[in-house]
């Protein structure tokens, strides 16, 4: 009996870890030279994955040039080490285009409203996860926005601006990966509900984590240089056409170092 209830359980346990299927993005295409556009690849195995009810979207050791990756529900986008995520130029329009935002006023800046012309994008999901010890190279990346001296101006820049943005999202996860030149927002969550950012390492040259209108998130072990901007930050935006606070929301055991480090806590 003893034996038994072993086997079930490790079946319980291990099994549930093996039961959705591994997508190689190179089965889907993906050159990962750093020159061919692989973001249509990744893009490919994502929704074969999805229609397979999900899985790991796996990048092997390699360079991915790409533009938009739109992350779906029960996917974890896994980075091999050796792997990296570069963000395109913006002349080869790789990215997807902004949203509308419905004619509500904007009172916070385009890359607090827009959220597809991102690097990496989720709206809506579930179940979503980007792992593994590979890097996200935001060399593509603008890091300007449409605020002027403290004034929003409205509307999107017009380019890929953030290295991965979360909207209405519910479970995720970001865990040991290393985002270089993350753009305006190296990680911006907005609207988000229950999740984890551990052990991941940000050098960037704008914001490093944004928490905006989230409840129940978690910010674990990670590193954030940030010489020009926020570090890791909490804010209450109307982002989400509405106030809505954010709360329940842990930080512990992070290295921040940068500029404006008395904004780690803004907006509490």
């Not at 896994?78 to 004619?103: N, Q």
């Not at 909207?167 to 999740?195: E, V």
């Not at 129940?216 to 809505?244: G, R």
Request: charge should be neutral; hydrophobic fraction near 35%.
């Amino acid at each position: 009996m003893k034996k038994q209830l072993t086997a079930l359980l490790f079946t319980l346990y291990f099994g549930a870890a093996t039961a959705m299927g591994i997508f190689n993005v190179r089965d889907y295409g993906a050159k990962g030279d750093g020159k061919t556009l692989d973001s249509p690849a990744i893009n490919a195995a994502i929704e074969a994955a999805v229609r397979d009810g999900g899985g790991q979207v796996l990048l092997p050791a390699g360079t991915y040039l790409s533009g938009s990756i739109r992350l779906k529900s029960n996917i974890d986008l896994h980075l091999s080490a050796g792997c990296t995520i570069l963000a395109a130029p913006a002349s080869m329009k790789a990215y997807d285009p902004s949203e509308s935002f419905g004619g509500f006023p904007e009172y916070q800046d385009g890359g607090h409203t827009y959220f597809h012309n991102s690097l990496i994008w989720a709206e809506g999901q579930t179940n979503v996860s980007i792992t593994g010890h590979g890097m996200i190279d935001g060399q593509g990346l603008t890091k300007k926005d449409t605020e002027k001296a403290g004034i929003v101006q409205g509307g999107s820049i017009g380019t890929g601006d953030k290295a991965i943005a979360l909207k209405l999202c519910r479970n995720i996860l970001i865990r040991d990966i290393t985002i270089f030149r993350g753009g305006h927002f190296a990680i911006i969550t907005t609207g988000c509900d229950r999740g984890t950012i551990d052990n991941v390492t940000i050098d960037t040259n704008r914001d490093g984590i944004d928490i905006d209108c989230c409840k129940y998130i978690t910010v674990t072990n990670t590193k954030v240089n940030t010489p020009s901007d926020d570090a890791i930050v909490l804010k209450s935006s109307y982002a989400l056409k509405q106030a809505v606070p954010c709360e329940h929301v842990l930080i512990t055991n992070c290295l921040v170092t940068g500029y404006k480090l008395g904004t780690f806590l803004d907006g509490t």
